[in-house]
């Protein structure tokens, strides 16, 4: 790995120094280059591999010479892997100027939103997986790009949103070149595949405005496209745009509408953005924003012009093909010594990050890249995410130059200016984590005008206080060797610095909060100032935790959040549900440690079940709670009982005997039921864990990959397997007088609908993501049961509606039309019935009437199951 390291380095410093390796004499007349803009390839000369021409466009070329000129500029800037803002230098692992290419490493991301699948591709389905229920699949973002002519892109921070904007570009440019066919945008339009990129930040965009109190017209963004080109010596190629985006023959991309700090430049840039897409209004337009920025409306542009889509986070398979891919591209540039190395070290990164802790960052795309990077550098990855991320910075600040250096006696340019200022790695650290805590605060106050950027000069002073003197000429050569050679500070224009990502700005600006030593009163005011500092807090409390030690202060700030008095309103419920991620972030078996932790964890714990059983917050934020519980331990479950309910009657709900009218339309028909017993949830994680654990019964090998939180439904369990557990589970209650079994099916629809025939188990209300686990609501995954209080049956079961499919004890069939007595279902088949409809299935197919069925032997991560106590058993529950 030194080996790698050190070759990684030595590139790096070449492109550092702009210092290309040395090339071969050129042999006389094969090529001469005139005037610095013109190549002439001469007699005899053959041009093998790349050559890459860097001119300025003149006035003299035609209209096609411009634009391939402009598209070779572009190229330099999508071609590569980068982390947001990170110089393209660090992404040179190889050498020889070459980069981990952007367009080998990419994986196509997906939006939340869901389309119906063609024939051929249920076909093509059906090839691996014959017995799959499924009817629709994501949107991709290039399909939802090439059907829309506006749209904006929404995600989280990290989700991918720049670097989709950034590869559609790169594709759009090789097709525009003919360097390559777009083979890769499958979807896009053959007659626009050769549309040209016009790149705007839009960050820059309102930095570069002065007055917002002009009128937001669309002359300004052109001024600024302008202004941009006329920088980067491409004044001669401004008409050969301005006539393609006349002409409708560009795609303008507008990458970061949320990174505007102020009110008033706010409104300017959403407004001028309108108002070009107007004045150009034959040409694409791409929008990129935070998903959560772009509920307020002084965001929002003309919802009917530019329809919104949010990006999906990356699903297992995607998280796999890029780590694969990343190694890969390292063998490929001859970083790793073969392809066995490459996947060996794949393997590897891919095992690591199915860690519980960091499997639930990794399927956001810069997290994963991260993750990447750091095993790449240390072939292993830290434990916890605050260590992730003080690795990171390691990487970014200082590890580019000490590694580059190996071998070789003298320090490092930055650790030679600190020592010469008697100064350590850490006191430069802590002027960075300043400057990143006053970064975050400006970002949300949209009255200040100041940017979210650092000015140099706020970063001059923190330096020039580092040196016993105060030099500024010493300042100075920090911030240039900051500026050359590491990528946690970008020089984004001239004097205005910003961090790579948002993520970076919160972890640094969280250990500058955990260095104060009233951290727990800092972080009470800024939690309730607003969610914007909430991964600030969290991150802080991770360092305190991991890197210090200190568990007394984040202890201190969970009792402060979570007070024995507390109030009934949104902010008080919202502190409660962070005194439980400061728990989880603290670690339960640390936790538990004083008595003052067992005491917290107690009084917590009791808070989020009833913050979960009440419906308080969003569906998204109490399923987020619900995990934090399960993290915690969630106190609804007995662990002496087999992790069964924590109630007299073991969780089971009497439902009474009487008739019911099952099934809809022509297959209605009265059915005659005797009393049973229905458990309140689906079975849990924990519950089948108990099991497993018990019997030494061998789940799937990917089960554990389903199945990591102990409060949610279990899944990945066959009909087979389900029907072991509730043989296993009778026999040990066999001393109370209870049987077990899966439900009839007609037992289940009675459970669901009850006697009055009601759609839904709540009623005939329309389904919504108050009610339910299912597609719309956007949790992607099973939620921990009992989130959706909104949507209990008549008696009170929970998740009957989406979440998970549930196994029924019936053979798949058609109904009997005639009066039923306890129907059992068709004697033989070959599939069992399944009830309830998943996360994964939209919303019409959560009716208390729909039907499913799969193998028996067969298990999927979308199917688990749910209990009944048969009656007339001694000790039946509620006897």
């Excluded at 686990?773 to 209990?792: D, H, M, Q, W």
Aim: charge should be neutral.
């Amino acid at each position: 790995m030194r080996k790698i390291l050190v070759k990684i380095t030595k590139a790096i410093l070449r492109r550092l120094e702009n210092n290309p390796e040395p090339t071969p004499p050129i042999a006389e007349k094969q090529i001469h280059l005139s005037g610095g803009q013109t190549g002439i390839i001469g007699d005899g000369a053959r041009v093998k591999g790349g050559i890459h021409f860097h001119t300025n466009a003149d006035a003299s070329m035609n209209s096609k010479e411009l634009l391939g000129v402009y598209r070779h500029m572009l190229l330099k800037s999508f071609k590569s892997l980068t982390l947001r803002g990170l110089d393209e230098k660090t992404s040179d692992p190889a050498g020889n100027q070459c980069y981990l290419a952007l367009d080998q490493v990419y994986v196509a991301l997906d939006t939340l939103t869901q389309v119906k699948l063609s024939d051929a591709e249920k076909k093509a389905i059906k090839k691996t997986d014959r017995f799959s229920v499924r009817d629709t699949r994501p949107l991709t973002a290039l399909e939802a790009s090439a059907n829309n002519r506006r749209l904006v892109i929404l995600g989280d921070p990290g989700s991918g949103k720049t670097t989709f904007l950034n590869h559609l570009a790169l594709r759009l440019l090789l097709d525009g070149m003919a360097q390559e066919t777009c083979d890769t945008l499958v979807c896009w339009p053959k007659e626009e595949a050769d549309v040209v990129p016009v790149h705007v930040v839009l960050r820059d965009f309102a930095s570069w405005i002065k007055d917002a109190d002009e009128t937001a017209e669309a002359q300004w963004l052109w001024k600024f496209i302008e202004h941009r080109m006329d920088r980067q010596r491409l004044a001669a190629v401004i008409p050969v745009i301005e006539e393609a985006l006349e002409k409708g023959r560009a795609i303008v991309l507008m990458d970061g509408l949320d990174e505007i700090p102020t009110k008033e430049k706010r409104r300017f840039v959403r407004d001028a953005v309108a108002a070009f897409a107007g004045r150009y209004a034959k040409c694409r337009f791409i929008v990129t924003c935070r998903t959560l920025s772009y509920q307020d409306p002084a965001w929002r542009l003309n919802e009917t012009g530019f329809p919104d889509f949010e990006l999906a986070p990356l699903d297992e398979k995607k998280i796999d093909a890029f780590i694969y891919a990343w190694y890969r591209d390292l063998r490929r540039l001859e970083v790793l010594k073969d392809d066995q190395d490459a996947d060996r070290q794949s393997s590897r990164l891919q095992e690591a990050v199915r860690r519980p802790d960091l499997w639930q960052l990794a399927p956001n795309p810069l997290l994963l890249t991260v993750m990447a990077l750091v095993h790449t550098h240390k072939g292993r990855l830290p434990d916890a995410r605050a260590l992730l991320y003080e690795e990171t910075v390691d990487i970014l600040l200082w590890r580019w130059e000490q590694v580059k250096m190996a071998g070789d006696k003298s320090k490092p340019r930055l650790q030679t200016l600190l020592l010469e200022a008697g100064r350590a790695d850490v006191d430069l650290k802590k002027v960075l984590w300043q400057l990143a805590y006053e970064a975050h605060g400006q970002t949300h106050q949209a009255d200040d005008n100041l940017l979210a950027d650092i000015k140099e000069w706020d970063l001059f002073k923190g330096l020039a206080g580092l040196h016993p003197s105060g030099s500024k000429d010493w300042a100075t050569q920090v911030i240039e060797t900051i500026k050359m050679r590491a990528g946690l500070l970008i020089e984004r224009e001239p004097e205005i610095y910003s961090f790579p990502h948002r993520t970076f700005q919160e972890y640094l600006a969280g250990a500058h909060l955990s260095s104060q030593s009233d951290f727990a009163k800092k972080a009470v005011g800024l939690i309730e100032s607003g969610n914007f500092w909430r991964e600030v807090v969290l991150l802080a409390v991770g360092r305190l935790v991991y890197l210090t030690g200190d568990a007394d202060k984040p202890l201190a700030l969970a009792g402060e959040l979570c007070s024995t008095k507390t109030a009934d309103d949104e902010i008080a419920w919202r502190k409660i549900w962070m005194a439980g991620e400061v728990l989880v972030e603290i670690g339960l078996n640390r936790v538990q440690d004083s008595q003052l932790g067992q005491d917290l964890l107690e009084r917590i714990r009791k808070k989020l079940v009833e913050l979960v059983e009440a419906g308080r917050l969003e569906p998204k934020e109490r399923v987020a709670v619900g995990n934090a519980l399960s993290r915690l331990g969630d106190p609804r479950f007995d662990p002496g009982n087999w992790f069964l309910p924590h109630d007299g009657d073991l969780g089971f709900v009497k439902i009474p005997a009487g008739s019911f009218m099952m099934g809809e339309g022509d297959e209605r028909h009265e059915v005659v039921l005797s009393a049973y017993a229905m458990a309140k949830y689906p079975v849990t994680v924990g519950q089948y864990k108990a099991f497993v654990v018990d019997t030494g019964h061998r789940p799937d090998e990917d089960w554990e990959r389903y199945n990591r939180l102990d409060n949610h439904p279990v899944v990945v369990v066959s009909w087979d397997g389900a029907n072991a557990y509730c043989r296993w589970l009778t026999e040990k209650l066999k001393d109370r007088g209870l049987r077990v079994t899966l439900p009839t099916e007609a037992q289940w629809e009675r459970a669901a609908r009850g006697t009055d025939g009601r759609v839904y188990t709540w009623g005939d209300e329309k389904i919504s993501p108050e009610k339910a686990n299912y597609r719309e609501t956007g949790i992607l995954s099973t939620s921990p049961v009992g989130c959706f209080p909104k949507g209990a049956s008549a008696t009170g079961l929970l998740d009957l509606a989406g979440n998970v499919w549930e196994w029924c004890l019936d053979w798949y069939g058609n109904y009997s039309r005639k009066k039923n007595h306890d129907p059992k279902g068709p004697s033989k088949g070959t599939y069992r019935v399944l009830r309830g409809c998943s996360w994964d299935n939209s919303g019409d197919g959560c009716r208390s009437a729909g039907r499913g069925s799969y193998d028996p032997v067969k298990r999927f991560q979308f199917i688990g199951f749910r209990l009944v106590c048969l009656p007339g058993q001694p000790g039946e529950p509620g006897k």
